[in-house]
């Protein structure tokens, strides 16, 4: 896999399993990642399999299980050819995706997105302005960023949450500290109520546009 990654131009990606699961030293880039995906759609097999909305599978004992494609945007985009969602708590959701608009098949890769939902905003976002690339009505924008700005986080890399328990002395203490909490909660439900939701931008550190499938 590592050699076959190599040929194909991912030189930022080391492989240490088959599954993609968690593993020592392994990693990989959302540029790496959509040079893989435009190779795997070379594939007429995998094409069909990433653009199947569902599957009705049956078991040895003859049970019926309907599966269905995680690619939500199977559903939404009449110009998605299929994509690959993924996800550990390290790497966080992931995605990978090719669109065809016109006669050239656009791929975008997205890493460490915290929410599952903004996947397919990224996406779309990405294929879009790629097609306004590829249509000339805006120019490529490459960011550049090191790896203090961003430190790489390996997927075998674990974070531990470390809860402190404190045990109230007597019973005016834990009334005293239930009415702070209460305090903090009714204040935070007033900033919630008040803040504004911003829009989803796409960071260029983690998203990737590969150029078209000839």
């Not at 131009?9 to 880039?29: F, K, M, W």
């Not at 550049?144 to 430190?151: C, K, L």
Request: aromatic share 6%.
């Amino acid at each position: 896999m590592n050699a076959k990654a190599l040929s194909i131009g991912a030189e930022s990606t080391r492989y240490v399993n088959a599954s993609g699961l968690p593993g020592d030293g392994q990693h990989i880039t959302a540029f790496d990642l959509a040079l893989i995906m435009k190779q795997a759609l070379c594939y007429p097999m995998i094409v069909e399999i990433v653009n199947t909305r569902a599957q009705q599978i049956f078991t040895e004992g003859g049970r019926k299980i309907l599966v269905r494609n995680t690619n939500h945007l199977l559903w939404t985009d009449e110009d998605m050819v299929g994509g690959k969602t993924g996800y550990t708590r390290a790497a966080r959701h992931c995605f990978v995706c090719a669109g065809q608009k016109g006669d050239k098949i656009l791929v975008a890769a997205v890493l460490g997105e915290s929410v599952r939902s903004e996947l397919w905003h990224d996406a779309s976002t990405l294929l879009a302005r790629g097609e306004d690339v590829l249509s000339k009505k805006r120019e490529p924008e490459i960011y550049y960023t090191s790896i203090s700005d961003s430190p790489v986080v390996y997927a075998s890399q674990k974070v531990k949450n470390k809860h402190k328990v404190v045990k109230s002395k007597s019973k005016d203490d834990k009334a005293s500290k239930i009415a702070k909490i209460s305090k903090k909660k009714r204040s935070a439900s007033a900033k919630n109520k008040t803040r504004k939701k911003k829009g989803g931008a796409v960071s260029a550190e983690n998203t990737v546009i590969a150029k078209g499938i000839s």
